[in-house]
Each structure stands twice: as structure tokens, then as C-alpha cells.
Nanobody, 115 residues
Framework: QVQLVESGGGLVQPGGSLRLSCVVS????????MAWYRQAPGKQRELVAR???????NYADSVKGRFAISRDNAKNTVYLQMNSLKPEDTAVYYC?????????WGQGAQVTVSS
């Protein structure tokens, strides 16, 4: 069974940094495209960043230059380093992968950016 377990959310002041982690089990992690999504209150879930098994990355325009996605295949873990955080980055962040055309999600990590 595919499982994704996130950690690393919290409360941070504007301009601060956080790193999210997502540990994946039940699938060949190194082959999987991994993604981070977020959902703010009253808004639709949106793609934040994606990294392929070969390491190709892409980002939402709103986070380019501030966020960085990476992966450690030895640890079955994908990361989201978030710098220069803004109040509009406040959301629940979800780790995601697709296996056999099925979407799998982590439990979500709350990120709150506030002074």
C-alpha cells in the first residue's frame, strides 16, 4: 500500500523559512514523479512544485525563486524548502504521487505565515 507521511509544517513570520518532508513507502520511489500541492481556505488545491524521477523540476510562478523541491532516493523522501515566505503562502501543503493512474496524498501539513 502506498503511503505518504509529511512533516515540517508550522508557524513562521513573513520572510522566514520552513522545510517540509514527505516519506514515501509502498512503491518504487526513485521512479515516481513527486509533487507538492497546497490548499488555502476557500481556494482550490494548486500545484506548487514537481520533481520527476530523473530530477526535472518545475514550479508554480508564485513560488519560483523562493521554493525548492528536492528528493533523496536513498531515504524515499521528497522535500520542499520554502524561503522568503509570505502570508499568501499560508495553506495546508500536501505531498502527492501517482501510481497506476491513482493519486496518493499525504495527510497534509499546515503552514501559517503570520507576524
Amino acid at each position: 500500500q502506498v503511503q505518504l507521511v509529511e512533516s515540517g509544517g508550522g508557524l513562521v513570520q513573513p520572510g522566514g523559512s520552513l522545510r517540509l518532508s514527505c516519506v514515501v513507502s509502498g512503491t518504487f520511489f526513485s521512479l515516481r514523479t513527486m509533487a507538492w500541492y497546497r490548499q488555502a481556505p476557500g481556494k482550490q488545491r494548486e500545484l506548487v512544485a514537481r520533481i520527476t524521477g530523473g530530477g526535472i523540476k518545475n514550479y508554480a510562478d508564485s513560488v519560483k525563486g523562493r521554493f525548492a523541491i528536492s528528493r533523496d532516493n536513498a531515504k524515499n523522501t521528497v522535500y520542499l524548502q520554502m524561503n522568503s515566505l509570505k502570508p499568501e503562502d499560508t495553506a495546508v501543503y500536501y505531498c502527492n504521487t501517482v501510481v497506476d493512474y491513482l493519486n496518493y496524498w499525504g495527510q497534509g501539513a499546515q503552514v501559517t505565515v503570520s507576524s
